[in-house]
């Protein structure tokens, strides 16, 4: 599966599942960790785990495995498919590591570009 198809895939997971604020940063010209950052936050501990295992089983039923997971039992949830990574947070974690801030000299990619295709 390609890059343009995996960010794809995943936000349109999240979307389903009703994640909120869901970017896609690019960050291949400014690290060699990821090609992609998607980024979304989910409504309480439990939304933000069933958003990960969602993606994480949409991708598996298409043969994509994640390289490793992390977080599970916290306000953060990482999942790395190595080119792209995701992070899904509850708000308040969200606000407080602030990717968003961290990485502002990256390109966001059009989200609403992926929900209508």
């Given at each position: 599966?390609?890059?343009?198809?995996?960010?794809?895939?995943?936000?349109?997971t999240l979307d389903d599942k009703?994640?909120?604020?869901?970017?896609?940063?690019?960050?291949?010209?400014?690290?060699?960790?990821?090609?992609?950052?998607?980024?979304?936050?989910?409504?309480?501990?439990?939304?933000?785990?069933?958003?990960?295992?969602?993606?994480?089983?949409?991708?598996?039923?298409?043969?994509?495995?994640?390289?490793?997971?992390?977080?599970?039992?916290?306000?953060?949830?990482?999942?790395?498919?190595?080119?792209?990574?995701?992070?899904?947070?509850?708000?308040?974690?969200?606000?407080?590591?602030?990717?968003?801030?961290?990485?502002?000299?990256?390109?966001?990619?059009?989200?609403?570009?992926?929900?209508?295709?």
């Amino acid at each position: 599966m390609n890059n343009s198809d995996l960010i794809k895939n995943i936000i349109k997971t999240l979307d389903d599942k009703k994640a909120i604020d869901i970017k896609a940063i690019e960050i291949k010209e400014l690290t060699i960790v990821a090609d992609c950052f998607i980024i979304a936050s989910g409504t309480s501990s439990t939304h933000v785990k069933a958003l990960a295992g969602e993606v994480e089983d949409a991708l598996s039923k298409q043969g994509v495995e994640p390289l490793h997971i992390e977080g599970r039992a916290t306000g953060w949830i990482i999942i790395d498919y190595n080119s792209v990574i995701v992070h899904i947070f509850q708000r308040e974690s969200r606000e407080y590591y602030n990717l968003e801030r961290l990485w502002q000299d990256a390109d966001y990619l059009d989200v609403d570009k992926f929900l209508a295709e």
